[in-house]
């Protein structure tokens, strides 16, 4: 059983930058980052492969938000450049225990809490 956690998140202005983190019990695979605003559905924002080769994003964050993570510690990041009013949402973290990376969050098979993300105008 693979437990997650995400910290990190706050209330920011548009324009700052904010890094998740999300720590892993357990062996992962794919790790990624979905969110989920009030009343839409759970978004894909970015994956991960398990050695880190290959990164994978969403449109509305490529080019502003880096995905990473550090084995060793057991250990993914999201860091947020950038940030906009429309990225309010909660973030939250999932893994899978398959190496294939996909970006519908029923395929993944753990997930964190939540941490939820504001940005003012």
């Known amino acids: 059983q693979v437990q997650l956690v995400e910290s990190g998140g706050g209330l920011v202005q548009a324009g700052d930058s904010l890094r998740l983190s999300c720590a892993a019990s357990?062996?992962?695979?794919?790790m990624g980052w979905f969110r989920q605003a009030p009343g839409k559905e759970r978004e894909f924002v970015a994956a991960i492969t398990r050695n880190g080769g290959s990164t994978y994003y969403g449109d509305s964050v490529k080019g502003r938000f880096t995905i990473s993570r550090d084995n060793a510690k057991n250990t993914m990041y999201l860091q947020m450049n950038t940030l906009k009013p429309e990225d309010t949402a909660v973030y939250y973290c999932?893994?899978?225990?398959?190496?294939?990376?996909?970006?519908?969050?029923?395929?993944?098979?753990?997930w964190g809490q939540g941490t939820q993300v504001t940005v003012s105008s």
């Open positions: 999932a893994a899978r225990s398959l190496l294939m990376v996909v970006t519908r969050s029923q395929d993944y098979d753990y």
């Open positions: 357990g062996r992962t695979y794919v």
